[in-house]
């Protein structure tokens, strides 16, 4: 963990802010700013970029969105642990639900919150987390509490939610493609066009994302899958695998 002396001779806490909200971003950059023992060092609205500045900068704590452009707040938290980066994160949610809170804990995060949060409480979230805790629905858990606390929420979540190979979410790679197309509002013969796969294999693959997000229809997929940062309305770039 990083921290610098400050000129009252208290720990510094170095702070990366990460929103694509310019307005909200800014007024967490100064909300926190008038607290005397952190300071912002760097601010991001890309997901990709986080990451960079969370490998060159390594600042104390990250405050992130969870639903960024490019890489997603999960699937960057995901990285940074799984690299073994010092740098802890927060996540932030507008759809605060306890579903995601365990994501977010599954993707290695040290806080979870919604955005609508004090200041004064963000501030006593980021000073918990910077002295080793973990902080989820209020609650300021050890590691091992935290590891309890999900497996008493969900039975069985790691293995919903930990599939090898996926970054955080229960689809599998050809699944994510084909989701980013039904989001992009294409039609099943368009994406099967995309990505040189036939018709009928599209609508197997839908068929499987409705029935793992337990919902009727595509629209309701997308707002399932945007409400959890999977994917954003920005998703447009598609790589088909061959």
């Known amino acids: ?133 973990y902080v989820f629905e209020n609650n300021v858990f050890t590691r091992r509490e935290l590891e309890l606390w999900v497996e008493d929420r969900i039975e069985g979540a790691r293995r919903s939610y930990s599939e090898p190979g996926t970054p955080f979410h229960p689809l599998s790679d050809r699944e994510m493609e084909v989701l980013a197309c039904v989001v992009r509002g294409m039609s099943n013969k368009e994406i099967a066009t995309l990505l040189g796969i036939s018709h009928q294999t599209v609508k197997n693959h839908v068929t499987a994302i409705l029935r793992k997000f337990g919902v009727e229809d595509r629209t309701q997929a997308v707002v399932y899958a945007l409400k959890r940062g999977w994917v954003t309305l920005k998703d447009t770039n598609i790589h088909p695998q061959e």
């Open 1 to 133: 963990m990083k921290k610098r002396e400050n000129g009252l001779g208290m720990n510094q806490i170095t702070l990366l802010i990460v929103d694509d909200h310019p307005l909200f971003r800014q007024g967490v950059v100064d909300a926190l700013s008038l607290e005397p023992d952190m300071r912002i060092i760097a601010q991001s609205a890309a997901g990709d970029e986080a990451l960079e500045l969370i490998r060159t900068k390594k600042p104390t704590i990250a405050v992130m969105d969870v639903n960024l452009p490019g890489m997603n707040g999960q699937q960057i938290t995901h990285q940074a642990s799984q690299d073994r980066l010092p740098t802890r994160i927060i996540l932030m949610t507008g759809y605060d639900d306890v579903e995601q809170a365990i994501h977010a804990a599954l993707a290695g995060a040290h806080g979870y919150c919604s955005k609508d949060i004090e200041p004064q409480s963000l501030s006593r979230i980021i000073r918990e987390v910077a002295e080793g805790k």
